[in-house]
């Protein structure tokens, strides 16, 4: 199993500002997958980032608004840029096991006020 | 494209019956799939999966699942709910990984009400 650390695990913030979420990991992986919760709704995925490439972003989502740095392969980060309300979510940092199943973050809530 | 249905918002039981959370899959292939519980202000946690082999797995905390490809079901079972079960369960697909990565695609979500 994997053990992730994520920070900061809530946060408030205004709108027109930025956040960046930072999420370490125990041990090396190749991906790092960076979801969002909306209430009441479930898992989307934002986008993958490999060690050495850029993120490759989901429909839906675009570098400037989520940009995503992967500087090794232990640790990566999501920043939420030009916030506004809508933002409001819990960010989820994820990798994948050597046996198939994802391990996560303990999240981080995000307000938007 | 991949999918996953959990077609009951909420799932209520009384502390010692036997619970079901239910979930049916769409995937064009071999199906990986996967039970998460979430409790409140936690990230998800792992419990269990079907890869290949028995169609009834289990998990974490007592859990099982059967796996039916005819019907392209994957529910959650429980012989004896317990109040510390009550969360937020997800169900999750993958296609399998002989490829490579494959994305995993999550279900809405399904509350778990254990009643004292």
């Known amino acids: 199993s994997a053990v992730i650390s994520q920070k900061p695990s809530r946060d408030i913030c205004q709108r027109g500002t930025s956040l960046t979420i930072q999420c370490q990991v125990d041990?090396?992986?190749?991906?790092m997958f960076w979801y969002r919760q909306q209430p009441g709704q479930s898992l989307t995925l934002i986008a993958t980032?490999?060690?050495?490439?850029?993120?490759?972003?989901e429909s839906g989502f675009v570098i400037d608004k989520f940009p995503i740095s992967r500087p090794n392969l232990t640790f990566s980060t999501l920043t939420v840029s030009n916030m506004s309300p809508e933002d409001s979510s819990i960010y989820l940092c994820?990798?994948?096991?050597?046996?198939?199943?994802?391990?996560f973050g303990q999240g981080t809530r995000l307000t938007v006020v | 494209a991949q999918s996953v249905a959990q077609p009951e918002d909420q799932v209520n039981v009384a502390e010692g019956n036997p619970l079901t959370v239910k979930c049916t899959y769409s995937?064009?292939?071999?199906?990986?799939l996967f039970w998460y519980v979430q409790y409140p202000n936690r990230g998800l946690q792992f419990l269990l999966k079907?890869?290949?082999?028995?169609?009834l797995v289990k998990g974490s905390y007592g859990f099982e699942a059967e796996f039916n490809k005819s019907q392209t079901s994957f529910h959650l079972k429980k012989p004896s709910a317990l109040v510390s079960d009550s969360a937020l369960y997800f169900c999750?697909?993958?296609?399998?990984?002989?490829?490579?990565?494959?994305?995993?695609?999550f279900g809405i979500g399904t509350k778990l009400q254990v009643i004292p």
């Open positions: 999750a697909v993958r296609l399998d990984n002989s490829g490579g990565y494959q994305k995993v695609t």
């Open positions: 041990s090396q992986v190749t991906m």
């Open positions: 980032a490999n060690q050495g490439s850029e993120a490759t972003y």
């Open positions: 079907y890869i290949t082999g028995d169609n």
């Open positions: 995937v064009s292939g071999n199906p990986y």
């Open positions: 994820s990798v994948t096991g050597s046996n198939t199943e994802a391990f």
